[in-house]
């Protein structure tokens, strides 16, 4: 009884290359078949207003504020952690949901452009190391 087959189950002997070939040979006669899917959906539709999001930014904000993640800065580093930057995003994106989109997007890509400027000018890994002019010398060593 237990290796018998259910009625209901459609066995054939073709092998898989060959089932895949009649499945496409199907998709392709079949002109409704695309009809179905919207090819649009491979273009980027989002612009830079709607990456903008209240919601997204509201639980950035909270998510700083967890006892969890402050308690592990204040014991990693002493203090407690600054959530400004959550902060001026949520009004960013507070303020220009009642902007229209130009606007809007004229003042979120200008607010990207004061961060990005804020992060070039911050000290990075290259402010620490300095590139060396003059090989160091017996390296690699040799035995």
Same mark, same amino acid.
């Given at each position: 009884? +237990?290796?018998?087959?259910?009625?209901?189950?459609?066995?054939?002997?073709?092998?898989?290359?060959?089932?895949?070939?009649?499945?496409?040979?199907?998709?392709?006669?079949?002109?409704?078949?695309?009809?179905?899917?919207?090819?649009?959906?491979?273009?980027?539709?989002?612009?830079?207003?709607?990456? /903008?999001?209240?919601?997204?930014?509201?639980?950035?904000?909270?998510? /700083?504020?967890?006892?969890?993640?402050?308690?592990?800065?204040?014991?990693?580093?002493?203090?407690?952690?600054? /959530?400004?930057?959550?902060?001026?995003?949520?009004?960013?994106?507070?303020?220009?949901?009642?902007?229209?989109?130009?606007?809007?997007?004229?003042?979120?890509?200008?607010?990207?452009?004061?961060? +990005?400027?804020?992060?070039?000018?911050?000290?990075?890994?290259?402010?620490?190391?300095?590139?060396?002019?003059?090989?160091?010398?017996?390296?690699?060593?040799?035995?």
């Amino acid at each position: 009884m +237990a290796n018998e087959i259910p009625e209901n189950t459609n066995i054939t002997n073709e092998s898989p290359v060959d089932s895949f070939a009649r499945i496409d040979s199907q998709k392709s006669s079949d002109s409704s078949f695309m009809a179905n899917f919207d090819t649009s959906l491979t273009e980027s539709s989002t612009t830079i207003v709607d990456e /903008c999001s209240v919601r997204d930014a509201l639980d950035q904000l909270f998510y /700083c504020w967890t006892v969890g993640k402050q308690v592990k800065n204040i014991y990693r580093y002493g203090t407690k952690i600054d /959530c400004s930057k959550q902060v001026a995003r949520l009004k960013l994106c507070a303020k220009t949901k009642v902007m229209d989109t130009e606007t809007a997007a004229a003042t979120i890509t200008k607010h990207l452009n004061e961060t +990005a400027e804020l992060k070039r000018e911050m000290p990075n890994v290259l402010d620490v190391w300095k590139k060396r002019t003059t090989k160091l010398e017996n390296f690699p060593p040799e035995d």
